[in-house]
C-alpha cells in the first residue's frame, strides 16, 4: 500500500515537474511527447546522418589522419541546427546526452571491427573540472556499452592547457595541440586496436595529435569516432 501511494506520489511530481519545465528537443526546441528522448521523431528523421557505415567517402581525412578506419554520426556545419546536439552536451553538461548520441553512433558502427576499448580525447583536468565532465569521455562511454568493449580515459593524458582553437587558423591550431598529449602507462593497450573518440571532428588536429602519441604504443592499431564531421577539412 505504502509502496503504491508513494508511485502516485511520485507519478503526481513528475507530471507535475513535466509541465513546469516540459522536456524539449535538443535541436529544434519543441516538446518532446512520449517514447521521445532528447531530440524528437522529426529531427531524427532529417538528421543529415553518416549513410556510409564506413568512412571511404572521406579519403581526404583518411589520409590525413592515417587511421585505419573513420566513422562519425552527421555532418557536422555551424550553420544547421544540428550543431546544438554538440552544443549541449558540451556546454550545457548534458552528460547524459552524451551518452545517448554516442549510444547512436556506436549501434552505426557494430561490432565486426574488432575493435579492443575506447578512447576518449582528454581534456585537461582544469578544463574538466570547469566544465564538469568530459564530453568525448560520455560519448564514448556510450560506444563502449553498445560495443562491448572497455573505455580507457587514463592512458593519454593532456599536459598543455591550450588556449581556446576558436579563432586559429589551421596551422595555428595545429602547432597548438600537436605537443599537448602523452601517454601515461602505454603497456596496457600493447597490440590493442584502439577506437579514438572525439565530439567533432574539424581541422583534424587535435585527432591528429593524439594519434601521433597513441601510435607509439607497440603493435598497436587505431580507428576514430566523431558524432559530428565538418564537410570538408
Ligand atoms: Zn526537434
Known sequence: MIKRLGKIFWDYLRSGVGLLFPRVCVVCGDVLVRGERFMCSGCL??????????????????EVLDAENLFWLFTYNRESDFHQLIYAIKYKSRRELGVWA???????????????CVIPVPLHPAREKERGFNQSLAIGTGIAGVLGVKIVPDVLERKENTRSQTGLSREERADNVMKAFRLTDPGRLRGCH???????????????????????????????????KAGKI
Do not use: F, W, Y
Open 194 to 228: 584502439v577506437l579514438l573518440v572525439d565530439d567533432v571532428l574539424t581541422s583534424g588536429a587535435t585527432t591528429k595529435a593524439c594519434l601521433a602519441e597513441l601510435r607509439k604504443i607497440e603493435g598497436v592499431r587505431c580507428s576514430v569516432a566523431c558524432l559530428g
Open 102 to 116: 554516442g549510444r547512436m553512433l556506436g549501434e552505426r558502427i557494430g561490432t565486426g571491427h574488432g575493435i579492443d
Open 45 to 62: 528523421c532529417r538528421m543529415p546522418l553518416n549513410e556510409g557505415a564506413d568512412e571511404g567517402a572521406d579519403e581526404r581525412m583518411k
